[in-house]
């Protein structure tokens, strides 16, 4: 059981450039979400879902897109990145959003340079 | 608004004594706290959560406590380890804008000498 996969597990990108961050879960849990977490701060949401086919919006989702076509993906998209968007982004998953459960697991992360 | 305060920033310790990371909440409505473990270049990794319906728990040589009256909730660990090093992240769990969000704190980074 892999429980939650991430990649690439780095990426150095030129600003202006297009990137997806791709996350599978195994695990069969309802709820995904894609964190950041910079230099010296905790994570911040950049969006969520709550079960396949609905997403939303987290606390800096500004730059970002995501899509929910299955329970087990949950890709994070940068249209036109920007060096701000350099960061360590996790992805997470727990059984459900709105009621217990709401352990999160976390994913092994993705380092992302922009320059 | 919402959001957790976590302090101490840095801790550092002798092996074998205990350390204390308090956290405090802004959301009395919230019900869930866990703690995260993370190494460095690692993924953060729940150690350790508590539900508002008690007001302790412990595994091992951790224990976590929750005053609601206060809005406050705390790590302890005993007998630390230099395995023990790490930085560790509260949070609380809020109700906003039609979900449950998991607020972090900002972060203690242990250090425990050997």
Known sequence: IAGIT??????????????TLRCTQDMRHNAMYWYRQDLGLGLRLIHYSNTAGTTGKGEVPDG???????????????????PSQTSVYFCASSAALT????EQYFGPGTRLTVT | GENVEQHPSTLSVQEGDSAVIKC???????????????????????IIDIRSNVGEKKDQRIAVTLNKTAKHFSLHITE???????????AAIMFSGGYNKLIFGAGTRLAVHP
């Open chain 2, 24 to 46: 405090t909440y802004s959301d009395s409505a919230s019900n869930y706290f866990p703690w995260y473990k993370q190494e460095l270049g690692k993924r953060p990794q729940l």
């Open chain 1, 6 to 19: 991430q990649a690439p597990t780095s990426q150095i990108l030129a600003a202006g450039r297009r990137m």
């Open chain 2, 80 to 90: 630390t380890q230099p395995e023990d090093s790490a930085v560790y992240f509260c």
């Open chain 1, 64 to 82: 970002y897109s995501v899509s929910r076509a299955n329970t087990d993906d949950f890709p994070l998209t940068l249209a036109s990145a920007v």
């Open chain 1, 99 to 102: 009621y217990s459960p709401y």
